[in-house]
Structure formats: structure tokens, C-alpha cells
């Protein structure tokens, strides 16, 4: 159906006047789009893309004397649509608004104008696209990111492609995550030939597989629950509360008010903007931010007890690809396209941002919060392991040595204990040593029983896909 809205156009075209234009997209305001990104970091990696919101000021690029020879990506699919029961939460929320008969005041009196909702439960779990966003300006598509993205790799590391060769990409079997990896590959243009390995996501696939975390029998979702549930939720009491002592009848609860900070997140992602965030006080989006990384931790990263094994998968074949003779590999880069949840299990494999210091729930720490999922895995999120050689100091014996070091959203993220190489990297034979002992004792198969589902006990897809041919069936999950 068309509906006649109106655009404010200055934004996109310089102009100050609104024009009346037929369009089959509800009621926008142009004026807003965009203006949000500084809330993004806050909402649980939900909201969409931002670079890594601590800067290192550490160069991305090749250190000066040093060749790139290798890089690994290892990506989040792009702003997306909330998932079916997330969306349902958000829904449940409209329609407790749709049935309040008064007008809105306060924060929420943008209801009172021809608001229109969101979220068309046909497009819950997808990857927000030309295609189904609900502003034809919202510069926040997930398919954009992925060419955005796409763009910058190229300008960065076409050196590792061969004009007219073959690429191998890689990505689960979740729609959205093969959508975004469809945009990319599209992205890099007619100048290579891309094909696409689809890795099936279901527990069958036990270690060989993107999402490893499927088929760990042992993994216990309620792990933590005791600490996270020693958090303050009385923020979210104090939103409920200002909404309906200025909304008299409304009867929000501390439920809605949590899911409200969702609604903020992916409204953003559909329309580039949302009116329901500026209901949050900066205080209560800090609070939901720590209490959003409490959950994360306990059940993704270090908090959780079989975490360092599942993330122990991915990061097991990056330092088996690192380690092989050039001549050995067909390729110099490996993309792969994932969730945030295993981005989140192979960084605690890692260790990155693992101090020692587990998060707690009694109080929010603010020094040793180091663990801030948002910034993490927003979104579009990049995992880069980059691998260059280097001139070698002259007192060696080496005429050249390698080194790994990670970039994260943007941000080079040096480890640690490991940085006094070029650009703060890690020397490979000490990065190769940091790895094994960071993987002792770790067993995927024993600590996750992962033989009930599967019999692959390893990550093998990187070496043997030129045979095997993985092509599992897309899922909307
Ligand atoms: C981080 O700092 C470096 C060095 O100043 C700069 O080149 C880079 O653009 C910055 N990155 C981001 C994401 O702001
Ligand atoms: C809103 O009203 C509809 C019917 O008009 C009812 O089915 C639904 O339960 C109401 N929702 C809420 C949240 O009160
Ligand atoms: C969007 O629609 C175009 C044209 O129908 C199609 O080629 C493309 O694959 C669609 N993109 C997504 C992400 O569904
Ligand atoms: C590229 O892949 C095709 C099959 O898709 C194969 O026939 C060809 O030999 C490959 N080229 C190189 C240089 O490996
Ligand atoms: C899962 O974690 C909860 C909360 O810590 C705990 O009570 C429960 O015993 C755990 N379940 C198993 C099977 O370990
Ligand atoms: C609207 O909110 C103001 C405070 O922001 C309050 O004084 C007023 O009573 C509210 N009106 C209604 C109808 O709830
Ligand atoms: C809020 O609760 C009151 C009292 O229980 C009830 O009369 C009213 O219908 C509720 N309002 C909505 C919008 O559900
Ligand atoms: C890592 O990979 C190597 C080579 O495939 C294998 O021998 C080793 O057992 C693996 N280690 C872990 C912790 O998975
Ligand atoms: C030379 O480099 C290799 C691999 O990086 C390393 O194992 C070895 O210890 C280095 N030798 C010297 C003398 O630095
Ligand atoms: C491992 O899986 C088997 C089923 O294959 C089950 O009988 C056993 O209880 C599981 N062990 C643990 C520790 O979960
Ligand atoms: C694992 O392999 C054994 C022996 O080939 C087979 O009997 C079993 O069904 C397999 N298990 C799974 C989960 O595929
Ligand atoms: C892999 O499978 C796809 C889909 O079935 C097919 O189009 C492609 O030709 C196959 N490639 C190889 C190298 O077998």
C-alpha cells in the first residue's frame, strides 16, 4: 500500500522545505537518522556496527619493513532483525501501547504521531536489507555493512588475492550469517572467483564446523545464574515507574522496560533511528550494558566452564593455519562468517580480554571491566589475525621473522604479554607457545561429550573443503 509521508529532505539533498512524496515506507524522519551511534556501544551488541570504542591509536596497517602474508577473518553476520522470541518480547510491548487509549506523554508522545511499528514478524532472524528495511535512507543495512566492510578489506588486503584466482569464504548455515557473506563476496567484485562453503550449523557437525558450541552437550545455559542474579535490577523498576506515573494506565513492568533497551537496538538497525531510546537516562544504559556483559561472560566467555574448550576449536585451526607452510596452504586468506556468540567462545580461547578478574554481580566494577560484549561483537563485528614478516633484527640469526597480532572492530588489540614486536605484535614461534599453553589441558570432545552428536573431532573444513564440499541447507536461526 502507498502511503503519502513526508520527508524532510534537507538532510539528503541540502534542502530545508518537506516534500510530500508517495512511498511505500511508513512515516520517517530524516532528520534523525544516523544520530544515535553513540548509545550503540551500550546495547548488548544488538544495535548496529561500531568500531571497537577504545582506540589503541596503534596503525592497522602493515608495520613499516614488515609484508602481510597472511590474514584471518572471522566475522559476525550484519545488523539484523531481533530473533523470533526477542521479537515477541518487543511485540508484546507494542501491543500493551496499542491498547493504551491515552495520549502519550512524556518521553513516549512520539506514539501520538503516525508512529508506525517496526518489526513484520516475517522478517524476524534476517539480515536487514534493501529489501526488507523499513527507511529507504537507514544507512545501518546489514547487507551495506557487509559491502562497506567488503571495501575496506580490499583496500587493506587485496595484496593476498590473486586477480583471476579462486577465493574460498566460508560461513555458518544460518541465513542471515550466509546473506552477509553472499554481500561481501559480492563486494569484492569480478576480479576473483568466490565460492561459498555453507557450514551446517546443526550439532551433527560436532568440531568441524563454525558454531561448535551446538554440539557441547555439557554447555549449561543457567552457568552463573547466581552472580548475575545479584545484579541491581532496580533501574529497570525506575523506568517502569517514570513511564507510568507520566503514562497513567500503561502498567509497563521492570520486563518491559528491560526489552525496551531491544526495542532501541534494533529499531536502529530497521529505521536508522529510534524515538524509544531517548527514554533511557545515560546511567540505566550503563547499567543495562554491565549487566548485559555479566550474561555474555557466564555464558559465552570466561564465566562459563566449557567456553575455552568450544572457543579452543576455532582457535586451534587459526594457529594450525599460521604455522603452515606457505606452499602448503592454497590461500593467504580465510574469511569466515559466524555468530557473536563464537566470535565471543573463540576469544576466551584467546584470551584477549581475559585479566583474570571474573565479573561480578554484586557491584559494577569499572577499572577491571574489560569485558564489554557490545564493543566486542556489535553488529557486523571483525575479527582479524594478521600475520607479517619482517626484516630481521641483524644481531639474529634470522634475515626475516613472523608475527601475528589481532584487530578487532577496527582496533589493533595487542596481547598482553606478547607485543614487543613490530606494531605491538607477537612474535610467532612466542604467540605459537602462548597458544599451547593457553590450550592446555583443554579437550573439546571429553569436556563438551560431543561424541553423542557427532564424530567429527575437529576443525578440518579449512583444509579439506576442495573435497568435501560443504553445502548445508540455510536455516533461519
Ligand atoms: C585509531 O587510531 C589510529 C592512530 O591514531 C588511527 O589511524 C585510526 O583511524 C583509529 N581508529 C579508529 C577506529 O578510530
Ligand atoms: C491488547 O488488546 C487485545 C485485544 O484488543 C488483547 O488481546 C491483548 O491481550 C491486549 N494486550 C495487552 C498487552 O494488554
Ligand atoms: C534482495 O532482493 C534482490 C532482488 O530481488 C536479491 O537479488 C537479493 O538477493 C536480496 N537480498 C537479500 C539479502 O535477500
Ligand atoms: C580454481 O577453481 C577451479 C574449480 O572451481 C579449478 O578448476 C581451478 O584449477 C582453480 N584454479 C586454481 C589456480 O587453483
Ligand atoms: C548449571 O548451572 C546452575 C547454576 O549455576 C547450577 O545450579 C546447575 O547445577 C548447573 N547444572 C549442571 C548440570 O551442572
Ligand atoms: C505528563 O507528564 C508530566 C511530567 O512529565 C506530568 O506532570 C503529567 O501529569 C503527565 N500527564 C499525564 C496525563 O499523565
Ligand atoms: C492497567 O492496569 C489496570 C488495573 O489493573 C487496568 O484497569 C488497565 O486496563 C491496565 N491497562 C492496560 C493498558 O493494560
Ligand atoms: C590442535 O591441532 C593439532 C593439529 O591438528 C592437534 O594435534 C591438537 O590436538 C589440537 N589441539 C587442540 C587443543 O585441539
Ligand atoms: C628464528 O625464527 C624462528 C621462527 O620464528 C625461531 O624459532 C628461532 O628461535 C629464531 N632464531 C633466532 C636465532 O632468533
Ligand atoms: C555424554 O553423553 C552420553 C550420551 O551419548 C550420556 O549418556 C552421558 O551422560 C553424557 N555425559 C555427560 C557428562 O554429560
Ligand atoms: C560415530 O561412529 C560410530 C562408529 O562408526 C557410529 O556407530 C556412531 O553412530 C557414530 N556416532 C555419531 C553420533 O555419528
Ligand atoms: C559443490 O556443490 C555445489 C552445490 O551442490 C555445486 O554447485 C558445486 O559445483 C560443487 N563444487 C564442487 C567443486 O564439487
Excluded at 546511567?283 to 574448550?309: I, M, N, Q
Amino acid at each position: 500500500m502507498l502511503i503519502s509521508v513526508l520527508f524532510l529532505y534537507h538532510t539528503l539533498f541540502g534542502l530545508s522545505k518537506a516534500i510530500a512524496i508517495k512511498s511505500p515506507y511508513p512515516y520517517n524522519d530524516i532528520s534523525k537518522v544516523g544520530t544515535q551511534q553513540d548509545l550503540f556501544k551500550y546495547l548488548d551488541g544488538s544495535a548496529p556496527y561500531v568500531s571497537f570504542p577504545v582506540n589503541t591509536s596503534i596503525s592497522k596497517e602493515v608495520p613499516e619493513g614488515c609484508k602481510m602474508t597472511q590474514v584471518q577473518l572471522f566475522a559476525r553476520h550484519g545488523e539484523r532483525y531481533p530473533s523470533t522470541s526477542a521479537g515477541k518480547r518487543i511485540l508484546k510491548i507494542w501491543n500493551k501501547l496499542s491498547n493504551f487509549t491515552g495520549r502519550f506523554n512524556g518521553t513516549l508522545s512520539f506514539l501520538n504521531d503516525d508512529y508506525t511499528f517496526f518489526l513484520n514478524p516475517e522478517n524476524l532472524e534476517l539480515l536487514v536489507s534493501e529489501n526488507n528495511t523499513l527507511n529507504p535512507a537507514n544507512p545501518y543495512l546489514g547487507s551495506l555493512d557487509a559491502e562497506r566492510h567488503a571495501e575496506e578489506f580490499l583496500a587493506q588486503y587485496s595484496d593476498l588475492l590473486t586477480k583471476g584466482g579462486n577465493l574460498t569464504v566460508f560461513a555458518s548455515s544460518s541465513r542471515r550469517v550466509h546473506d552477509t557473506a553472499q554481500d561481501f563476496i559480492q563486494a569484492l567484485g569480478n576480479s576473483y572467483n568466490v565460492d561459498l562453503q555453507i557450514l551446517s550449523e546443526d550439532p551433527s557437525q560436532g568440531a568441524n564446523s563454525l558454531t561448535p558450541a551446538y554440539a557441547c552437550g555439557t554447555w549449561n545455559e543457567s552457568e552463573g545464574s547466581e552472580i548475575i542474579d545479584q545484579f541491581d535490577t532496580n533501574y529497570l523498576v525506575d523506568i517502569a515507574d517514570r513511564i507510568n506515573s507520566n503514562n497513567i494506565g500503561l502498567n509497563f513492568t521492570q520486563t518491559d522496560a528491560f526489552n525496551l533497551f531491544n526495542w532501541c537496538a534494533f529499531e536502529n538497525n530497521v529505521r536508522g533511528y529510534s524515538d524509544m531510546c531517548n527514554i533511557f537516562t545515560m546511567d540505566e544504559l550503563l547499567k543495562y550494558s554491565y549487566y548485559t556483559d555479566l550474561e555474555s561472560y557466564y555464558s559465552d566467555f570466561e564465566g562459563c566452564s566449557v567456553c575455552r574448550a568450544i572457543g579452543s576449536i576455532p582457535f586451534n585451526a587459526s594457529v594450525n593455519l599460521l604455522t603452515s607452510k606457505e606452499e602448503d596452504l592454497d590461500q593467504k586468506v580465510w574469511i569466515s562468517f559466524t555468530h557473536d556468540t563464537d566470535i565471543i567462545n573463540y576469544l576466551s580461547a584467546v584470551g584477549l580480554f581475559d585479566n583474570g578478574k571474573p565479573l561480578t554481580g554484586k557491584h559494577m566494577p569499572f577499572f577491571e571491566h574489560i569485558f564489554r560484549k557490545a564493543w566486542i561483537a556489535p553488529c557486523g563485528a571483525r575479527l582479524y589475525t594478521q600475520k607479517f614478516s619482517c626484516n630481521g633484527d641483524s644481531t639474529t640469526q634470522n634475515s626475516t621473522q613472523s608475527f601475528v597480532r589481532y584487530v578487532l572492530n577496527d582496533v589493533v588489540i595487542p596481547m598482553e604479554n606478547c607485543n614487543s614486536g613490530p606494531g605491538f605484535s607477537c612474535e610467532l614461534s612466542d604467540f605459537v607457545n602462548y597458544a599451547q599453553q593457553r590450550m592446555d589441558g583443554i579437550d573439546y570432545v571429553q569436556q563438551c561429550n560431543s561424541t553423542q552428536y557427532s564424530n567429527e573431532t575437529a576443525l578440518t573444513f579449512y583444509w579439506d573443503y576442495k573435497t568435501k564440499n560443504y553445502t548445508a541447507p540455510l536455516l533461519l536461526q
